[in-house]
């Protein structure tokens, strides 16, 4: 394999352990926060968080040429990516509308929404059923 390619792959490694250690602890501590509550609130504090440090930092990067390869790949893939995959959903879904691509920012909105309800529950089922 290439060196780059092998680069590549550990900034987006070390980027998702650092991002899944801190979705674990971020949603942990909000879950032993609001212990009474019976809604996923640890989960969408990471989700939130998450697409504001991705739209945020994005727009540094673009606005003011920050962040070379090695970083992008870090931040954005890695340590957002395993922190939560919702960020990345989210502005992706956000740039299609910014492109004026509406119909595709709709589609992968409402696609991914109901076919990832409906694939959590079809593996769910299939499990149950084996």
Known sequence: MRAHVLQSLLWVGLGGAVGAVLRFVVGGWVHRSLSAATFPWGTVVVNLTGCL???????????RGLFGPGARLFLFIGLLGGFT????????????????ELARAFANVAGQVVFGLAAAWLGYVVARAI
């Open 53 to 63: 440090l991705l739209g945020g930092l994005n727009g540094l990067a673009d606005s």
């Open 85 to 100: 995959t919702f960020s990345t959903y989210a502005f992706e879904s956000m740039a299609l509308a910014r492109d004026a």
